[in-house]
């Protein structure tokens, strides 16, 4: 079992910057691919990023690439979204989630554990 708990989440005008955090207890958190991913409403779920177990593959959704970026604490079991540029179309509710397989690490149904998300919205 792994706990997931995100946070960071807030209000931020557009062309702003937040930084979301991941932050994991459990089972051997270097052991899970992490993804984050983004619900808005009256929109469908999407991948945001994902990471691999050591940090070193990383992998966005189109409509975050050269925005926001990924990455991983190991000794503090705690992943990272840094996010740039926002735009409103950003706004959504942020999920993490951890998977042990590395396998279709873009799709949320191969994720087993999910934190209970943190709401971004980006005003224009």
Excluded at 72 to 96: F, G, H, I, W
């Amino acid at each position: 079992q792994v706990q997931l708990v995100e946070s960071g989440g807030g209000l931020v005008q557009a062309g702003g910057s937040l930084r979301l955090s991941c932050a994991a207890s459990g089972r051997t958190f270097s052991n899970y691919f992490i993804g984050w991913f983004r619900q808005a409403p009256g929109k469908e779920g999407e991948v945001v990023a994902t990471i691999s177990r050591g940090g070193g593959s990383t992998h966005y959704g189109d409509s975050v690439k050269g925005r926001f970026t990924i990455s991983r604490d190991n000794a503090k079991n705690t992943v990272y979204l840094q996010m740039n540029s926002l735009k409103p179309e950003d706004t959504a509710v942020y999920y993490c989630a951890a998977e042990a397989t590395g396998w279709r690490t873009s799709y949320a149904g191969s994720y087993d554990y999910w934190g209970q998300g943190t709401q971004v919205t980006v005003s224009s």
